[in-house]
T-cell receptor, first 113, second 112 residues
Framework: DGGITQSPKYLFRKEGQNVTLSCEQNLNHDAMYWYRQDPGQGLRLIYYSQIVNDFQQGDIAEGYRVSREKKESFPLTVTSAQKNPTAFYLC????????????FGPGTRLTVT | GDSVTQMEGPVTLSEEAFLTINCTYTATGYPSLFWYVQYPGEGLQLLLK?????DKGSNKGFEATYRKETTSFHLEKGSVQVSDSAVYFCAPLSGGYNKLIFGAGTRLAVHP
């Protein structure tokens, strides 16, 4: 079954701790993306990667880290430097076809108290 | 920079009513255009797309036509169902690095 998995669905952390969100795909897509969604808001791009071992900052990268050591995986670390980490985090992938549509995972809801 | 404007929600309709959700965008050139739908607590699902001017995307009774003259991509459905209740996002593709541009989305609530 092809798709994108994000785990866990819900994550709770104390302030001051780093936390890593998982994103795995078996769609053989080259590009992967991390978005943040706040209540009643659209999505904002955190980081993206077009190819293994390469990634670029999106619009709100401060306080976040990523790695892309394998094509299938693009984990996101929310560090203690992120001032407002509580949000819904969405991972997406895209192939390199003609329209570059993105496919989204089910998301991880992170709550930091 | 590139941007998208959607009509503010919530849009509240009775079952079987006609739906229009307006979307206009500003972008360089003629980007591919997408509509995504998000059900509560879930990720986004691709609803339909159009890749060039005058293309009509369609899926599950929803339609949208790429109008380059008015830079619009309005979403329509002839007869909505309660199960269509969700948040809908219009998203043009920014050419620089295949980045989707999202607005705040439009919440649709359909009542029986």
């Amino acid at each position: 079954d092809g798709g994108i998995t994000q785990s866990p669905k819900y994550l709770f952390r104390k302030e001051g701790q780093n936390v890593t969100l998982s994103c795995e795909q078996n769609l053989n897509h080259d590009a992967m993306y991390w978005y943040r969604q706040d209540p009643g808001q659209g999505l904002r791009l955190i980081y993206y990667s077009q190819i293994v071992n390469d990634f670029q900052q999106g619009d709100i990268a401060e306080g976040y880290r990523v790695s892309r050591e394998k094509k299938e995986s693009f984990p996101l670390t929310v560090t203690s430097a992120q001032k407002n980490p509580t949000a819904f985090y969405l991972c997406a992938t895209a192939g390199t076809g003609t329209s570059y549509e993105q496919y989204f995972g089910p998301g991880t809801r992170l709550t930091v108290t | 920079g590139d941007s998208v404007t959607q009509m503010e929600g919530p849009v509240t309709l009775s079952e079987e009513a006609f739906l229009t959700i307006n979307c206009t965008y500003t972008a360089t050139g003629y980007p591919s255009l997408f509509w995504y739908v998000q059900y509560p607590g879930e990720g986004l699902q691709l609803l339909l797309k159009a890749t060039k001017a005058d293309d009509k995307g369609s899926n599950k009774g929803f339609e949208a036509t790429y109008r380059k003259e008015t830079t619009s991509f309005h979403l329509e459905k002839g007869s909505v169902q309660v199960s269509d209740s969700a948040v809908y996002f219009c998203a043009p593709l920014s050419g620089g690095y295949n980045k989707l541009i999202f607005g705040a989305g439009t919440r649709l609530a359909v009542h029986p």
